[in-house]
């Protein structure tokens, strides 16, 4: 199993920057993927999610407006479109698979992309 992030890098204020996650070794479109960061000395936090089906997505009230989570299920890959970025944005964010088997939780991590929104 793996999940690979990729497109992160240093935007400035006001910038925008697409995130990719390439999944491979499972079954891609029955799992939940959500988009996490962690910024320095905080908690991660969730950034993102959507469903299986691509139907329904959810955001953190901090990125509602300016984040758009989307996936390809042909692709098996997620993208996080980050728009009008902020210095608070700025952590390391990682990909996650979810599902339910058996009655458990059935998580995958990618290994993170740094964002640095910085003048």
């Known amino acids: 199993v793996q999940l690979v992030e990729s497109g992160g890098g240093l935007v400035q204020p006001g910038g925008s920057l697409r995130l990719s996650c390439a999944a491979s070794?499972?079954?891609?479109?029955?799992?939940?993927m959500s988009w996490y960061r962690q910024a320095p000395g905080k908690e991660r936090e969730l950034v993102a999610f959507?469903?299986?089906?691509?139907?329904?997505?959810n955001y953190a009230d901090a990125v509602k407006g300016r984040f758009t989570i989307s996936r390809d299920n042909v692709k098996n890959t997620v993208y996080l479109q980050m728009n009008s970025l902020k210095p608070e944005d700025t952590a390391v964010y990682y990909c996650?698979?979810?599902?339910?088997?058996?009655?458990?939780?059935?998580?995958?991590w990618g290994q993170g992309t740094q964002v640095t929104v910085s003048s």
């Open positions: 070794g499972f079954t891609f479109s029955s799992y939940h």
């Open positions: 959507i469903i299986s089906f691509g139907s329904i997505t």
């Open positions: 996650n698979a979810r599902t339910m088997a058996s009655g458990r939780t059935i998580d995958y």
